[in-house]
């Protein structure tokens, strides 16, 4: 029997344990942190922890719809292929940081690269 | 787009616009005050319609399965039913048993306990008096539930303030008022050996000194760092009784910070500090791994430290805020 991406990540509690170190990361990175609306962390931390769920093959209820919906005002105040590809090294480094297994970590980068042409509207 | 039935009247929401403001447009007398999702003021209760979870997700259980919800956050995709009498079961009756004036501006009152009001340290009710329904307003309680038989709040006047000006000026033991609550998640919740960081701006300092007693009495071992601010020497009203409770436990630590730099002291050696509160906190607390951080008071300086103390350690789940969000009375909106 093969656990899930998820369950071998660790479900919940990696998304938990990961998830701080990663909005650090992405509110420290001037190129890409005025995208982050610092008016309602809590409410923008709960979206990190929604996005690394998806990212790390979790429950989700995205579909290509709802991601291009929610970044679609984002793309039109200029986001793009740079932007896209700091917050997936953000991601990367995260679970460096963690020590996750190689293997696992490019699984996950696979999902989170397949969002691409959704997130920026292509 | 989704409308709003309220009585005889249906009222289509326009574009990204809350239910509160739908209703406040088509000229509805309905009470709020922070419009942010914060102090619950606009409470409403829908007896049809899906209610996003946005719009209920700081309610009780007990309350969301009734169907009250919060239409200043509330941006349904479906038609929403709404209850027209007033949801009145949701507020008891209680009375005055006695006001102290600390300074200028701040008093503090003792309300009688409703029975079975039960509610933590730190956590905030709404109050309005009976005659005037519509004004609302929320105070945070310093009182503590297993000593004080009463509820303890600390108002302060604000320029302008309708229920404020009442409250300082005019109310006396015997006064009737109405409470609803307690809300909000700022209590405390910590272990015992956590290392604590409190940040209070003037009355923010009311819940975070409940907070402390309860630490204290639920046997806190940890470190627990207060940092109180205030712009002149007069703000830090309570500075006496937080001494009084460091005298006590040698793992409390009181700051005392004035942000006028320019305020007069009248005894330099009261130990007090100058500087912005949550400056000097962050100054002096430079790496905040394995700390809990309770912010009380003015909401800039909240978020501000929110994001201070994040981004230095601490984890944003064990970040507690009670910003003061007061209602906006300009006619036109700040910019």
């Not at chain 1, 995205?62 to 991601?91: C, I, Q, T, W």
């Not at chain 2, 922070?34 to 309610?59: K, N």
């Not at chain 2, 709040?153 to 609550?181: C, H, M, P, W």
């Amino acid at each position: 029997m093969t656990d899930s991406l998820f369950d071998r990540l660790g479900g919940e509690a990696a998304v938990n344990a990961a998830v701080d170190i990663f909005y650090r990361k992405v509110l420290s990175d001037p190129s890409i942190n005025e995208f982050f609306d610092s008016t309602d962390m809590a409410g923008q931390h709960s979206k990190q922890k929604s996005f690394l769920t998806m990212a790390f093959g979790g429950p989700n209820n995205y579909s290509g719809k709802d991601l291009r919906a929610a970044h679609a005002p984002l793309v039109e105040r200029g986001l793009n292929d740079s932007h896209f590809g700091a917050v997936a090294g953000h991601l990367q480094a995260t679970l460096q940081e963690l020590d996750v297994a190689a293997n696992l970590i490019d699984e996950v980068m696979s999902i989170a690269g397949s969002t691409h042409d959704d997130v920026l509207n292509i | 787009m989704p409308a709003i039935h309220y009585g005889a009247s249906r009222i289509e929401l326009q574009a990204d616009e809350s239910v509160l403001q739908a209703l406040i447009r088509s000229g509805i007398d309905t009470p709020y005050s922070c419009e942010s999702g914060c102090c619950q003021t606009c409470m409403l209760q829908a007896e049809d319609g899906e209610l996003p979870a946005e719009s209920q997700a700081s309610l009780i259980g007990k309350l969301r399965s009734q169907g009250y919800f919060l239409p200043c956050v509330c941006h349904p995709q479906t038609d929403i039913y709404l209850r027209s009498e007033e949801a009145d079961n949701i507020y008891q009756v209680t009375h005055l048993i006695e006001k102290t004036i600390y300074n200028s501006e701040v008093c503090r009152l003792r309300l009688a306990r409703p029975t079975g009001f039960d509610y933590q340290a730190g956590q905030f009710i709404n109050v309005r008096s009976p005659d005037q329904k519509q004004l609302i307003r929320s105070y945070s309680l310093s009182s503590l539930a297993s000593e004080d038989d009463y509820l303890e709040i600390q108002v302060r006047l604000k320029r302008n303030g309708k229920l404020s000006s009442q409250l300082y000026n005019s109310a006396t033991a015997g006064d009737k008022f109405e409470i609803q609550g307690a809300n909000g998640n700022c209590f405390y919740q910590s272990e015992s050996q956590q290392s604590l960081l409190l940040i209070a701006t003037h009355t923010g300092i009311a819940p975070l000194f409940g907070l402390l007693r309860q630490a204290i009495a639920q046997g806190h071992l940890g470190q627990v760092f207060v940092y109180y601010g205030s712009r002149e020497i007069e703000g830090l009203y309570l500075l006496p009784e937080l001494q009084a409770l460091a005298q006590q436990h040698s793992n409390v630590n009181i700051t005392a910070c004035l942000s006028n730099l320019e305020a007069s002291l009248t005894d330099e050696s009261t130990a007090v500090r100058r500087g912005r509160a949550n400056d000097l906190a962050f100054a002096e607390h430079p790496q905040l791994q394995g700390y809990d951080l309770y912010l009380c008071g003015n909401a800039e300086m909240v978020k501000a430290a929110q994001m201070q103390g994040f981004m230095v350690g601490a984890g944003m789940d064990r970040i507690f805020t009670d910003p003061f969000e007061y209602k906006e009375l300009r006619k036109t909106a700040r910019e």
